[in-house]
């Protein structure tokens, strides 16, 4: 089944992004997130959850570029669904780092997530 595709602007600038959908992330996580989104909103009205998504994803793809270890996190036993649009360069990277952790999608994800929440915090104090 061919993913969900959408693409913008012209030329060079064009880009294209893939329909992601995640099951079993972490409630929790979700929270920590809707939580950072609040905040950020104090500053800048359009924050969203999917901005927070692509930067957790980025993050912790360029963490395996670079050769950092990674501690994947246990395989979480229920949560809720995500939803969102991912630059198809980044999408295709986090399937291959899916491949070569040998972990599902969600898993790997929930471990981005939960890397770049510790990273914001920490940024915070």
Known sequence: MTPA??????GEAQ??????????????????????VAVRKQ????ATLREIYVEAV???????RR???????????????VHFWLRDDLAEELNQACDQLD???NVV????LGRWIETWRARQK
């Open 5 to 10: 595709t959408r693409s913008f602007g012209e």
């Open 15 to 36: 880009y294209t992004e893939v329909y992601q959908h995640i099951a079993s992330v972490p409630a929790g996580l979700i929270k920590q997130v809707s939580d950072i």
């Open 43 to 46: 500053t800048r009205k359009r």
């Open 58 to 64: 980025d993050d912790f793809l360029a963490a395996l």
């Open 67 to 81: 050769g950092e270890e990674i501690e994947v996190l246990a395989a979480p036993k229920s949560g809720r669904d």
């Open 103 to 105: 972990r599902r999608k």
């Open 109 to 112: 994800f929930a471990t981005a």
